[in-house]
């Protein structure tokens, strides 16, 4: 819940295990967030970042990502500091992100999923001896407009190799 846009946290009350409690999501935020201070610091920066992700464009993505390196900084939580750190380091890529090609994002995400699925497709096959075959059913896979061949091939990407003998079930 606390990683969840606090917009979209319920209201609704439901019951909590055996204390009987009736408490609501934006409730059980608000209590986590009291245990400690460090705890609602870094929760407001978290949201501050998501928040800057979301709604930045382009013309303001530079100071606006400053900004949020330097609340990062100054808080001073040993644990944020990997995060502010990988920020300075991608700075320009990060603001890069923010430009848009016919009013999107450029994102990789569309080849992150295209190799996912490739690896998705080799797992269960332990490896491929046979490219061409292997290669085919990808490109099947990967093109959501293939039609199914209603007729027969021609040519087949089968390994040719030799003809299995004769199996004789009871064999003594």
């Known amino acids: 819940m606390i990683t969840r846009d606090p917009s979209k946290l319920s209201?609704?009350?439901f019951k909590i295990g055996r204390s009987g409690q009736y408490l609501s999501q934006v409730e059980i935020v608000e209590r986590m967030l009291k245990i400690s201070p460090?705890?609602?610091k870094t929760y407001e920066l978290y949201h501050e970042y998501r928040n800057f992700n979301d709604t930045a464009?382009?013309?303001?993505?530079?100071?606006?990502?400053?900004t949020i390196i330097e609340h990062f900084q100054s808080s001073e939580i040993e644990e944020l500091a990997p995060a502010w750190k990988l920020m300075m380091s991608w700075h320009d890529?990060?603001?890069?992100?923010?430009n848009k090609v016919d009013n999107i994002r450029i994102s990789n995400g569309p080849m992150e999923r295209a190799n996912r699925d490739i690896k998705t497709i080799?797992?269960?096959s332990f490896g491929s001896r046979n490219f061409k075959r292997m290669r085919n059913r990808i490109m099947f896979a990967m093109n959501s407009d293939s039609p199914m061949l209603y007729s027969p091939r021609k040519k087949t990407n089968k390994d040719v190799g030799k003809k299995r003998g004769k199996y004789n079930k009871h064999k003594k």
Do not use: G, Q
Not at 57 to 62: I, S
Not at 93 to 98: K, L
């Open 38 to 40: 460090r705890l609602e």
């Open 93 to 98: 890529e990060i603001i890069n992100s923010f």
């Open 122 to 124: 080799f797992r269960p």
């Open 57 to 66: 464009t382009l013309d303001n993505a530079k100071e606006w990502l400053e």
């Open 11 to 13: 209201h609704k009350k």
